[in-house]
């Protein structure tokens, strides 16, 4: 189930889901109401109850969709890395603050504001889109009858990434580990990233899941893999932002579909001169100290 992701709106992760023999296992619940409803429906279609959520990570945009899918199948587990309780404290809780100042703005649109206060409501569910069962080590885990391997990165995308790889179908779902048309770097450590994507290219995977954009195949994540790495090199060098934007862009052409390359044009332009050539300690920010570079 694809996320929908343009520019000027915010964006809706990929879901996957999954039969087992006792119900539905769903990976990420999206942003948006009306993706939980597409999750729902797909769920009653099937004749099996949503058994187990498991999100890759905190990111709204992953995560939101729990609050519906708890009301609607109220037994359901929730899989996923601790993580959200700081973030809670920490990114979510300043991310709040600034929307309640744009709220507050007196040119701010009601369409603007109808969908910062969805925000809120979404960042105010707080404890339901807690984990029931948190992932604290990498280890195979039965959801909804069905044996998944789960792995736990920590230092590199939100800091608790969870991944779920299927074996009977060599699918690795990877949630913003792998994300197009641009890695998105807003809460990430992108050194400690680039070594988790090395341990994600060891596992025998035929097909992976992205947590935005489309499948790919293990060629093509190797494409995306050296691109990541290319990407970071030359934003460490003394190359003009512009050119290791184009160096993405021609990497990954064969990634990024022809209409989302003006967005991702957008996002490098910000990551690059933001996030991955700021202050040493915005660099570290979200690296586990001890593993920032
Ligand atoms: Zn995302």
Redesign the pocket.
């Known amino acids: 189930m694809r996320g929908v992701f343009v520019a000027g709106t915010q964006?809706d992760?990929n879901t996957v889901l999954l039969r087992g023999s006792n119900g539905i296992v769903v990976v990420d619940s999206g942003r948006h109401a009306a993706h939980a409803a597409r999750i729902i429906d797909a769920a009653h279609a099937s004749g099996l109850p949503v058994a187990a959520i498991v999100n890759t990570h905190w990111?709204l945009?992953?995560v939101a969709g729990n609050v519906a899918l708890r009301a609607a199948f109220p037994t359901v587990e929730v899989h996923a890395s601790n993580a959200i309780n700081d973030a809670l404290s920490g990114f979510l809780a300043d991310y709040r603050k600034q929307l309640e100042a744009l709220i507050a703005r007196p040119d701010a649109t009601p369409e603007n504001v109808a969908a910062w206060l969805a925000e809120l409501a979404r960042i105010d569910a707080g404890a339901q889109l807690r984990p029931t069962h948190p992932v604290t080590e990498t280890q195979d885990r039965l959801l909804a009858g069905r044996r998944v391997h789960a792995g736990l990165e920590d230092n590199a995308v939100s800091g608790g990434d969870v991944w779920l790889y299927d074996q009977s179908t060599r699918t690795l779902v990877a949630g913003?580990l792998v994300?197009l048309p641009v890695p998105?770097f807003d809460t990430a450590c992108s050194e400690g990233w680039q070594q988790a994507l090395e341990r994600l290219d060891a596992i025998g995977f035929a097909g992976l899941v992205p947590?935005?954009g489309a499948p790919m195949d293990h060629v093509q994540f190797r494409v995306y893999r050296n691109g990541f790495d290319r990407l970071l090199a030359c934003a460490a060098s003394d190359a003009p932002a512009d050119a290791c934007k184009a160096g993405w862009l021609r990497d990954a052409a064969i990634l990024i579909p022809q209409q989302d390359t003006a967005l991702a044009s957008s996002l490098l332009d910000y990551y690059i001169r933001q996030v991955l050539r700021a202050s040493p300690e915005r660099r570290a920010r979200y690296c586990r100290k001890g593993k920032a570079s």
């Open positions: 964006p992760g990111h945009d992953h913003d994300t998105l947590g935005h």
